[in-house]
């Protein structure tokens, strides 16, 4: 539809699906079966038979690492049965031969030495399902991000130390056990926080999969920031389209809309949460979106306030709209309130901005002298074309130096050094428009962040869990964002993410079960005395002390868990252990990377 970066793409992608979800909803759809997979073997009592495969990464790891001479080391080590190197581990081809190699060499653990484990160890762990061996009985070793990347200069050093790090992945790999997860009953409804056009959207795409929402919005009125905004978007008024949605909304059954709604709290995990709102609304639902938005920046600059002529663009955008609009010398002031010794932020939004105002302007007005000072403008994309017209009905721009002075108001004119010209430029005004930003509310937004444990990155936004690979997910799973609470965006760009978000959101709550990660902490309660200082460390509220038939004890809650393991390292009397990463599996890899035997002093 457009040149979009990676991040846009991917979410705009998941839109898509939703969009065309919804027209397969129907009491006829007969969805489509869940993957079958074969019996898992079982290795208890059996000699460990370790597969090993090398992977070249194209130039990423092969350029640097000599692959084929890492694979025939491997061969060397205890417990290895196969070995080989591979240009791509994750093509389906490779993929396929793990899998089927797992029963020709009758494998019972396996080891792929390639990138990073957060991106791809997934499709292993598939790999090692479809060939009958359970998933957690395989492990990573990472020579890309670990070894190739960081010592591309030194082939030798770096082919020593993807030896190092496939030895104490093997040696790991050796005390694996077979792990499960545990299967989550999930409640098929979704609360959507913030009653904006993006709230809206993503509200509307939900219940079109016949999934209930409550959408919670803190005014009185649905339509958020976009209620001030008067100009079109593709042709369509903008009140217009708000109002539609507004309608769209409050007439479909599934919705049920909460305004002048205060939120108290957001308790649960992924699939069984509470909405519980200050009026006492009570309510469970599987997944929370949020898109609460984000105000404009309130300028103090250019004495914005107590000066009539200084107005900000959305004011100047309702004056022309209203036809109240007679300036006839006006100045445009850009990255007022971002790109700044306390805003590093660009708002994205703002140079848009102007330049549909100034164009408005001189096509009401052909004799109108209409300036916009900017460090540069960035109207990504198809908007390139706004800025062709307006320089073509007469608009000047004027960029200013950044390691000047910022532009100047006496009253009278603005004035600013002209970086081509090599000179200060001064303009006579009777109108002076700042581009103001986006602010991000961040007190707003850390209230929820408490609630739901996600992030908050530097500039006040709520910080994703993958910018390119999950743009719209947080690291706590069933919880999504979309719209000005993710960062700033154009209307088209919040509608398109919302509909991401209520895509991913749908990925959960349209299944009866979940099932848990299966390395999750576990509690030994013959050691735990109950003393609570895992309950205390856990940011994801995954344990509480319980009382049982032998005094107080930690109980883990699997859904919640991460695995992250800060309850392992804080618990005293050694009682917390990580599936997955237990002390005997983590002293091998310590022993290995020492090149002391498996199991040695």
Sequence with gaps: SATKDIPTTV?????????????????????????????EKDVAGKDVRIGVWVCECGINIGATVNVPEVAKYAETLPNVVYSTSTMYACAQDCLQAISEAISTYDLTRVVVASCTPRTHEPLFRVACREG?????????????????????????????KAKDLVRMAIAKAALLEPLQGTKIPVTSAAAVI?????????????????VPVHLVEKEAVLGGQALKFRHKEDGIDTQDFVQDLVKKVNDNKLITVHLNAEIKDLPGFVGNFKLQLMDGTDEAVGAVILAIGAPAYQPTEY?????????????????????KFNAKNVAFIQCVGSRNDKVSYCSRVCCTNSLRNAISIKLADPTANVTIFHKDI????????????????????????????????????????????????SVPVDCVVLANGIAPARE??????????????????????????????????GVYVAGLAHWPKHMDECLAQGSGAASRALTVISKEFLTSEGI????????CDGCGVCEGCCDYKAITIIETDGGLKSNVNAGLCKGCGCCVASCPSGAMEQKGFKNSQIIAEVDACLDFPVGGE
Excluded at 23 to 28: G, K
Excluded at 411 to 418: E, I, K, L, R
């Design 11 to 39: 979410a705009e992608s998941s839109g898509a699906a939703a969009k065309a979800g919804a027209y397969i909803v129907d009491e006829n759809f007969v969805p489509c079966a869940p993957k079958e997979y074969p019996a």
């Design 132 to 160: 009958g061996l359970n998933p957690y009985l395989f492990n990573m070793a990472n020579i890309r991000d670990q070894c190739s990347w960081i010592h591309m200069h030194e082939p030798e050093a770096a082919t020593k």
């Design 194 to 210: 913030g009653g904006g056009i993006t709230g809206m959207t993503t509200a509307l795409d939900i219940a079109a999969q016949g």
């Design 303 to 323: 004495n914005y306030g107590t000066d009539a002529k200084v107005k900000t663009n959305i004011e100047v955008e309702n004056e022309i709209a209203d036809g």
């Design 378 to 425: 960035r109207s990504y994309g198809f908007r390139e074309e706004m800025y062709r017209k307006a320089c073509e009905v007469g608009v000047t721009f004027l960029r200013y130096d950044e390691a000047a002075p910022l532009p100047a108001y006496d009253g009278n004119a603005v004035t600013a050094f002209d970086a081509t010209l090599g000179a200060d430029v």
């Design 444 to 477: 707003e937004k850390e209230v929820i962040a408490k609630m739901l444990k996600i992030p908050i990155s530097k500039d006040g936004f709520y910080f994703e869990a993958h910018q390119k690979l999950r743009p719209v997910d947080f690291a706590t799973e």
């Design 520 to 527: 999750v902490a576990s509690v030994n309660e013959t050691y």
